[in-house]
């Protein structure tokens, strides 16, 4: 059975950081690609970052750039995303994404970050 399970979220104030950590089990971690994604209240699920299957490429929203560092740790099957200089903007429930075309493509539960102006 596939779990994703992230953790990390919580109340920030604006300029603050956060480090979120997406955990997975069931799978073989290292060959699949790994993304963040947030939805805040009344919008649609964006992807925030995105993280190749070895690491070596990712892929930001422009809205995070500069901000936010998706890595991943394939000996411990987990994901990160540091948040750096957090915006109320970014405030969202964030989701853990696992995904490989005809491998799979599964989901976590999510986490809330909330920033504070």
């Known amino acids: 059975q596939v779990q994703l399970v992230e953790s990390g979220g919580g109340l920030v104030q604006t300029g603050g950081s956060l480090r979120l950590s997406c955990a997975a089990s069931?799978?073989?971690?290292?060959?699949?690609?790994m993304g963040w994604y947030r939805q805040a209240p009344g919008k649609e699920r964006e992807a925030a970052a995105t993280?190749?299957?070895?690491?070596?490429?990712?892929v930001y929203a422009d809205s995070v750039k500069g901000r936010f560092t998706i890595s991943r740790d394939n000996a411990k099957n987990t994901v990160y995303l540091q948040m750096n200089n957090l915006k109320p903007e970014d405030t969202a429930i964030y989701y853990c994404?696992?995904?490989?075309?005809?491998?799979?493509?599964?989901w976590g539960q999510g986490t809330q970050v909330t920033v504070s102006s």
């Open positions: 069931g799978l073989t971690f290292s060959i699949y690609n």
């Open positions: 993280i190749n299957w070895s690491g070596g490429s990712t």
């Open positions: 994404r696992e995904f490989r075309g005809g491998f799979g493509d599964y």
